[in-house]
């Protein structure tokens, strides 16, 4: 069981950056890729970044790619996401999560089984 709890969320200016950190409980959070969805009011949830267990290998989606950064710290059961030049569209609750499945569609929610409460990120233009 992991679990996990989200922060650095809030509100900025089109170009304004914030990191997002997600903490996990857990002794076996090395064992786990770990990635970033969001979702905005109306619309489903999206991929936005993943990390392999180890760190090594990092996934974008195309809207926040050069713009987003995400890492991970195992001693510290944290996961981040660096974000730089933030636009109003990249307004959404971001949600962060774990999984154990290494092979398949790492777009999809369905690679996760453990997903935080998210928290709220709110660009103005």
């Known amino acids: 069981q992991v679990q996990l709890g989200e922060s650095g969320g809030g509100s900025v200016q089109a170009g304004g950056s914030l990191r997002l950190a997600c903490a996990a409980s857990?002794?076996?959070?090395?064992?786990?890729?770990m990635g970033w969805f969001r979702q905005a009011p109306g619309k489903e949830r999206e991929f936005v970044s993943r990390?392999?267990?180890?760190?090594?290998?990092?996934y974008y989606a195309d809207s926040v790619k050069g713009r987003f950064t995400i890492s991970r710290d195992n001693a510290k059961n944290t996961v981040y996401l660096q974000m730089n030049s933030l636009k109003p569209e990249d307004t959404a609750v971001y949600y962060c999560?774990?999984?154990?499945?290494?092979?398949?569609?790492?777009?999809?929610?369905?690679?996760?089984?453990?997903w935080g409460q998210g928290t709220q990120v709110t660009v103005s233009s």
């Open positions: 990390i392999s267990s180890s760190g090594i290998m990092k």
């Open positions: 857990g002794r076996t959070f090395s064992a786990y890729a």
């Open positions: 999560a774990a999984g154990q499945k290494f092979s398949g569609n790492y777009l999809s929610t369905s690679m996760y089984d453990y």
